[in-house]
């Protein structure tokens, strides 16, 4: 699969920008900064936008190893605590 390739969806970014082709989201990642672009998450994007550019992988793959690094800010909400259930007494007369 060339560099030219489209992603099925566009990737938007948070800025507005949308990556439409692997080469577009491998130019958004190299001009990262150094700090950022070192980060383990771009790393795997990366290495799945090689393997899918240069080995035919399926694109979905590149694609979403580009939203995980991109949401990898994003923390979850804590889940909510659990309840315990209500103890049920019988009265005994």
Known sequence: ???????SDPIILPDGRK????RDAASYVTALP??????AEWQTAMEALL???ERDG???M???GIMRAL???RVEPPPAPRQKRAK??????
Do not use: G, Q
Not at 19 to 22: M, P
Not at 34 to 39: L, S, V
């Open 88 to 93: 049920v007494y019988r009265l005994i007369r």
């Open 71 to 73: 949401n990898r800010d």
């Open 19 to 22: 990556l439409v082709t692997l």
């Open 51 to 53: 393997l899918v550019a």
């Open 34 to 39: 150094k700090a950022e672009h070192e980060a």
């Open 58 to 60: 399926p694109e979905m």
């Open 1 to 7: 699969m060339p560099w030219s390739a489209r992603f």
């Open 62 to 64: 590149a694609r979403i």
